[in-house]
């Protein structure tokens, strides 16, 4: 197996605002293990959630070339890329993006339904996924909170459902966006924490985007940048 799991090679993000050209994510290049951890490092509005986006397959590169698993993402139909992101990607961001009327259970299980639903060759059962979705709450420690809604929850609660959810289909990429940027410092600790724990038991590759270098000092590797570009 390739010890390299994601590749990006010169990509730009570029927005015009009129006259005006907007560098979002300027030539970064880099490389990152597989079951390794990487942080994405910089201060607000550096570009570090284009990057992360443009790593996880979630928006196209104004020009240059991300590969996971040695496979083009861009390269993809936009169904090939969905499909990827379904399996082996899970993302984390800064506020959750729970649905509202569904419990934490529901909110859970949704990437796997889509899966299950969308790709016959999944395999995959309602009840099947109802186990896996209440065995996985049960791991981040909400095991007493499986029929709440979002708005029941506390901010560490909702974060760690969002958590279960990008961990619903096994994904070999882990992909977190600010993840404790919304939190107290002691619950933010303890979400990181648990990142940490869960991505050395599934054996995962993670990548966090965070302004916040006490975390970045606990990562296998960063790159830090600033208006766009690695510095």
């Known amino acids: 197996m390739n010890d390299v799991i994601l590749t990006a090679h010169e ?3 570029i927005y015009r605002n009129g006259s ?3 560098r979002a994510v300027d030539g970064i290049s880099l490389q990152i293990e597989r079951t390794k951890s990487f942080a994405i490092v910089g201060p607000s509005g550096a570009g570090k959630s284009t990057l992360l986006h443009l790593l996880g397959g979630l928006d196209n590169p104004t020009r240059g070339k991300v590969a996971f698993d040695g496979r083009d993402l861009y390269a993809l139909s936009d169904s090939e890329r969905a499909r990827i992101r379904n399996r082996s990607v899970g993302f984390v961001f800064q506020f959750y993006h729970l649905l509202p009327e569904f419990t934490a259970l529901e909110n859970v299980m949704l990437p796997a339904m889509i899966m299950g639903f969308g790709f ?3 395999g995959i059962g309602v009840k099947k996924i109802r186990e896996r979705a209440e065995n996985i709450l049960k791991s981040v420690g909400l095991g007493d909170r499986l029929h709440h809604k979002p708005n029941e929850l506390s901010g560490g609660e ?3 459902v969002a958590i279960a959810r990008a ?5 070999a990429l882990l992909l977190c966006d600010e993840p404790t940027g919304n939190l ?3 619950t933010g600790e303890m979400v990181f924490g648990l990142l940490l724990e ?9 990548i966090v985007a965070t302004h916040d270098k006490g975390i970045s000092s606990r990562l296998d590797q960063s790159i830090y940048i600033r208006d766009g570009r690695a510095a």
């Open 11 to 13: 990509i730009y993000k």
């Open 20 to 22: 005006r050209e907007i």
């Open 120 to 122: 016959r060759d999944s």
């Open 158 to 160: 909702a974060q760690r």
């Open 167 to 171: 961990l619903i289909n096994e994904p």
């Open 184 to 186: 107290d410092s002691k």
């Open 198 to 206: 869960l991505k050395i038991k599934k054996d995962m590759t993670l």
